[in-house]
């Protein structure tokens, strides 16, 4: 299985609302990401896990919140997002080499997220 | 902070043209990785270049890194409709954990069938 996948495709939520994006690989990849991503801009970095341990924060806001609650998930949760926010929502895992590195990562098909 | 910045930022050919690439960055690098994304959808690993490489081939891919001009370009040959997409390059930079790839701007493609 060389698969990334991510639900949901699609989310609608109100700013008031709290939901959650979920991420899950199975190619016993130890490092986990979420990127954020504009219309026709790159994939900007949230968030890393490394080994279930969170080890990159790209200061994001305190809305957003990961969780990686073994080597295979990880969630984003949601909450009081605003209409900003609406994004490509993409995870992506990669695996750790000898030597000390991650190399290629593999990418799911995202969460499109509108906040009204 | 984003490092490679990709030229040109779109380009538009004819099925069966070559389409190049380039990317500058702006410090030293584990490596170089090029993807590409299909509209809306996830972004896929097409190749990726170390620092001690100078060129690499996959299929109808050819990339090269000069290190010393700090920049890369992709090369697509003979190319087709379905390669009508958006490519990044990204960088690994050197002295962190590798963990985190830097994401240039990317090269809207479309090839005209």
């Known amino acids: 299985d060389t698969e990334v996948t991510q639900t949901p495709k699609h989310l609608v939520m109100g700013m008031t609302n709290k939901k959650s994006l979920k991420c899950e690989q199975h190619m016993g990849h130890r490092a986990m990401y979420w990127y954020k991503q504009k219309a026709k801009k790159p994939p900007e970095l949230m968030f890393v896990y490394s080994y279930e341990k969170l080890s990159i924060n790209e200061s994001v806001p305190s809305r957003f919140s990961p969780e990686c609650p073994n080597s295979s998930l990880l969630n984003l949760h949601l909450h009081a997002l605003q209409p900003e926010d609406s994004a490509l929502y993409l995870c992506?895992?990669?695996?750790?080499?000898?030597?000390?590195?991650?190399?290629?990562?593999?990418f799911g098909p995202g969460t499109r997220l509108t906040v009204l | 902070s984003q490092q490679g910045e990709e030229d040109p930022q779109a380009l538009s050919i004819q099925e069966g043209e070559n389409a190049t690439m380039n990317c500058s960055y702006k410090?030293?690098?584990?490596?170089l990785q090029w993807y590409r994304q299909n509209s809306g959808r996830g972004l896929v690993h097409l190749i990726l270049i170390r620092s001690n490489e100078r060129e690499k081939h996959s299929g109808r891919l050819r990339v090269t890194l000069d290190t010393s001009k700090k920049s890369s370009s992709l090369l697509i040959t003979a190319s087709r409709a379905a390669d009508t997409a958006s490519y990044f390059c990204a960088t690994d930079p050197s002295g962190g954990g590798s963990e985190k790839l830097v994401f240039g701007k990317g090269t809207k493609l479309t090839v005209n069938p």
């Open positions: 992506a895992s990669s695996q750790f080499r000898p030597g000390g590195t991650y190399n290629e990562q593999f």
């Open positions: 410090t030293s690098i584990n490596n």
